[in-house]
């Protein structure tokens, strides 16, 4: 099972918009609605940020938004802070393998 | 919730690890858990996933055979037995659980670190 395809870096200045691209395939992204996304701090576990495409569990910012169209996912970050400083992952449950795939991840950098 | 693994360790290749995790603050039984790990530097990787009763598993074709998860409902506690351990497995291992019905791991162990090197 291949790693879902995610921008190396994405950058950004303080309040600004980012969006994080995660492109799978129709037996993962395209086939369900299971997208999650992930914020990896260094050393850190990962912690979930977005569920099912775009939902946010309790006590995760509404600065975070999630999108989904055809076989790519998104994520986009708004209104840009120094603490997004961070790794993102993206997920889907695949049906190639019933597993879960994870994207290549992605280094969020603010400017 | 909280999640907590151990087991982690110095290994020469070809030898072998048990790696568990303790879970504590919600119903274990009624979820699904799994096995996740990280190499150095790079991204995360789904091992292995097991369902509430323990009677449905999956495997990642990078271990299948060689890994086997279990769970102990009655200790609150989820196994990842590792045989045959490669270079390419050292790896922070993470335990996570299955957010039950949205597909999505909502909270990770802190992770333990496996190193199979000679």
């Known amino acids: 099972q291949s790693a879902l395809t995610q921008p190396a870096s994405v950058s950004g200045s303080p309040g600004q918009s980012i969006t994080i691209s995660c492109t799978g395939t129709?037996?993962?992204?395209?086939?369900?609605?299971?997208v999650s996304w992930y914020q990896q701090h260094p050393g850190k576990a990962p912690k979930l940020m977005i569920y099912?495409?775009?939902n946010r569990p309790s006590g995760v910012s509404n600065r975070f938004s999630g999108s989904k169209s055809g076989n790519t996912a998104s994520l986009t970050i708004s209104g840009l802070q120094a603490e997004d400083e961070a790794d993102y992952y993206c997920?889907?449950?695949?049906?190639?393998?019933?597993?879960?795939?994870f994207g290549t991840g992605s280094k969020v950098t603010v400017l | 919730v909280q999640l907590v693994e151990s087991g982690g360790g110095l290994v020469k290749p070809g030898g072998s690890l048990r790696l568990s995790c303790a879970a504590s603050?919600?119903?274990?039984?009624?979820?699904?858990m799994s096995w996740i790990r990280q190499a150095p530097g790079k991204g995360l990787e789904c091992l292995s996933y097991?369902?509430?009763?323990?009677?449905?598993?999956y495997y990642a074709e990078s271990v299948k055979g060689r890994f086997t998860i279990s769970r102990d409902n009655a200790k609150n506690s989820l196994h990842l037995h590792m045989n045959s351990l490669r270079a390419e497995d050292t790896a922070v291992y993470y335990c996570?659980?299955?957010?039950?019905?949205?597909?999505?791991?909502?909270?990770w162990g802190q992770g333990t670190l496996v190193t199979a090197s000679s």
């Open positions: 996570a659980r299955d957010s039950g019905g949205a597909y999505a791991f909502d909270y």
């Open positions: 603050g919600f119903t274990f039984s009624d979820y699904y």
């Open positions: 097991i369902n509430g009763k323990g009677t449905n598993i």
């Open positions: 129709s037996s993962d992204v395209g086939f369900y609605n299971y």
């Open positions: 099912e495409v775009r």
């Open positions: 997920s889907s449950y695949t049906t190639s393998s019933s597993l879960y795939v």
